[in-house]
């Protein structure tokens, strides 16, 4: 007997072929077609990000915070606040302080908030600890509505900058002495003292140790001296002056985890996500010996007070991320993507408003944001 199904035949060949493709096609086409879609929406998405961003950013409208935003979907923050906009930020040297002055004066400049500068418009308002009252730039319209920012250079004095910005959220940036240190250091340009040494930090170091030994313990005071506090070996004393500053401000930023520390501004200050994307400002890339551990160890003597400052600050910032107000982990990574998204659209050299913003400097978007507010002058 012969079995019909083991006679081959070219038809039920092709037959059981197309069948196969057909199957083949079903499977493969929706990822296939899924591919192209995010191809083609993943730029239009991009070209519609910059397109609101631009529709925002040359805005005059004091109404501007009601234009779309940068980006697509809205933050779901919006729909229970509103963003905050008196902010005094207490900039520190060396510490990112830069970056985040061009972020608040691009804020200013989107809601087109006034700022306290210097009437020179030079990049401090002040560095004297003693000062009593700021010099700022004036504006004499009767209808003027006062300031809203301050964002320089400058020492802490609450009663003053509260006469000058009232009712503001109190920012400021602080970075692990030891880092801060060689830094300011090379900042300075103390290095080319140093000019036949492979590591001139090391040196100058060594230079005070030896020089000051046990007379120079705590005497760098980058900190103390910027906020106004006592110098005292009183453990307890110091305690209270950093307990009495915490109540105070309200978020001291870590230079170490500034994504982190941008993303409690965000929640503090109820702002966006395109509000605190940024370009880092004045990143210096020249190697630098690392710091060895007898480093460390004449740092920790001669930078004592400004290490437990740092100390203190660390703790509450951490207290901070562990008592935020949703998914920190999650927030932090759609940042970082839309940060990541926008940095890549926004090459040198690209003229869109919001991309030219993105890459204004902390002087150059004050002064930007002093010519805006020149219409203040009757």
Not at 136 to 162: L, Q, T, V, W
Not at 357 to 363: E, G, K, V
Request: proline share 4%.
């Amino acid at each position: 007997m012969i079995h019909i199904d083991k006679i081959h035949t070219p038809f039920v060949g092709r037959k059981r072929g197309i069948w196969r493709w057909f199957i083949f096609l079903l499977i493969t086409t929706p990822a296939f077609v899924l591919a192209i879609s995010t191809h083609i929406f993943g730029s239009l998405y991009d070209q519609a990000l910059l397109s609101a961003a631009t529709r925002i950013y040359s805005a005059k409208d004091s109404t501007v915070s009601a234009l779309p935003s940068l980006f697509i979907l809205p933050d779901s923050d919006n729909a229970t606040c509103q963003p905050y906009k008196n902010i005094v930020f207490i900039k520190t040297g060396k510490t990112g302080g830069s970056t985040m002055s061009s972020i608040i004066n691009r804020f200013g400049l989107k809601y087109n908030l006034v700022a306290a500068v210097n009437p020179d418009r030079g990049a401090f308002i002040s560095e004297d600890e003693t000062a009593e009252h700021y010099i700022i730039k004036k504006y004499n319209c009767s209808d003027f509505p006062g300031y809203n920012i301050m964002a320089s250079h400058i020492c802490y004095n609450r009663p003053a900058m509260e006469e000058v910005v009232p009712n503001a959220k109190y920012v400021t940036i602080v970075r692990s002495p030891y880092a801060h240190f060689k830094s300011a250091f090379y900042f300075s340009g103390r290095d080319q003292s140093y000019p036949n040494s492979s590591n001139p930090f090391r040196d100058y170091l060594k230079y005070i140790y030896d020089t000051y030994g046990a007379h120079g313990h705590g005497t760098v005071k980058l900190y103390l001296r910027k906020f106004r506090l006592v110098l005292t070996p009183d453990d307890e004393l110091m305690k209270k002056q950093l307990q009495r500053l915490n109540r105070e401000l309200d978020l001291v930023m870590l230079t170490e985890y500034y994504d982190e520390s941008l993303l409690l501004l965000k929640k503090l200050m109820c702002w966006d996500f395109d509000d605190i994307v940024y370009f880092p400002m004045k990143v210096h890339h020249e190697y630098q010996p690392p710091i060895t551990k007898d480093m460390e160890h004449i740092i920790k003597k001669l930078s004592r007070l400004d290490i437990e400052f740092y100390e203190y600050f660390n703790n509450t910032f951490w207290d901070k991320v562990e008592n935020y107000d949703g998914d920190f982990k999650a927030d932090l990574e759609e940042f970082r993507r839309r940060k990541n998204r926008v940095t890549r659209k926004c090459p040198i050299g690209n003229e869109t408003s919001y991309c030219e913003l993105l890459h204004l400097d902390a002087l150059q978007s004050r002064n930007r944001l002093a010519q805006e507010n020149a219409i203040w002058n009757c």
